[in-house]
């Protein structure tokens, strides 16, 4: 099976700055890699497919990068309503995905 | 407005069975690729079942066996059928479309509990 490591697990940020998340792959899966977002009481949202492609509606704020087994999630300056938690999740194995454990993003 | 909407989840003591529905407004959950997804409290998410749009179904092995994915094109609604449930089946169930590699289209969940 393939395992999704997302690091840190947590981190504090303040309104402006600039964020990276990263999740790494225990094997390649190419470009196969999601981003959600997660808020509390409420079910996931894409932000990112494939790697890098951005979804319809979402900020341009989000971006996404990587390939092979190393891939990240920047939000180039964070909003208030940008504090929730992150997940990646691998489409490579189909039809049997994974998620990463996710990074909970706070209020500094 | 085009969403998911979860039904059915609830109370269940352990070794039971439940079903939970996932019916499509304004989308189509017939002809498209649809999964299950879950999220023990406090927990991350967990990938549960896929069913494609030939009717091909897959399960994590945690769930194999015990759950059974299937969908009623007349009522436009996917099922997750969950047998010999146990402590650990306790989370929010999440329906979604798949496209694309990625889960577009979310509900918005419903609760399991096991408990004696």
């Known amino acids: 099976d393939i395992q999704l490591t997302q690091s840190p697990s947590s981190l504090s940020a303040s309104v402006g700055d600039r964020v990276t998340l990263t999740c790494r792959a225990s094997q390649t899966i190419i470009n196969y890699l999601n981003w959600y977002q997660q808020k509390p009481g409420r079910a996931p949202k894409l932000l990112i497919y494939t790697a890098s492609n951005l979804q319809s509606g979402v900020p341009s704020r989000f971006s996404g990068s990587g390939s092979g087994t190393d891939f990240t999630l920047t939000i180039s300056s964070l909003q208030p309503e940008d504090f929730a938690t992150y997940y990646c999740?691998?489409?490579?194995?189909?039809?049997?995905?994974?998620f990463g454990q996710g990074t909970k993003v706070e209020i500094k | 407005e085009v969403q998911l909407v979860e039904s059915g989840g609830g109370l269940i003591q352990p070794g039971g069975s439940l079903r939970l529905s996932c019916a499509g407004s304004?989308?189509?959950?017939?002809?498209?690729?649809m999964s299950w997804v879950r999220q023990a409290p406090g927990k991350g998410l967990e990938w549960v079942a896929v069913i494609y749009s030939g009717g091909e179904t897959y399960y994590a092995d945690s769930v194999k066996g015990r759950f059974a994915v299937s969908r009623d094109n007349s009522k436009n609604t996917l099922y997750l059928q969950m047998n010999s449930l146990r402590d650990e089946d306790a989370a929010v169930y999440y329906c979604?479309?798949?496209?694309?590699?990625?889960?577009?289209?979310w509900g918005q969940g419903t609760m399991v509990a096991v408990s004696p």
């Open positions: 999740q691998q489409s490579f194995s189909n039809p049997t995905w994974t």
């Open positions: 304004e989308f189509s959950v017939t002809n498209t690729y």
């Open positions: 979604a479309n798949l496209a694309k590699n990625a889960l577009h289209l």
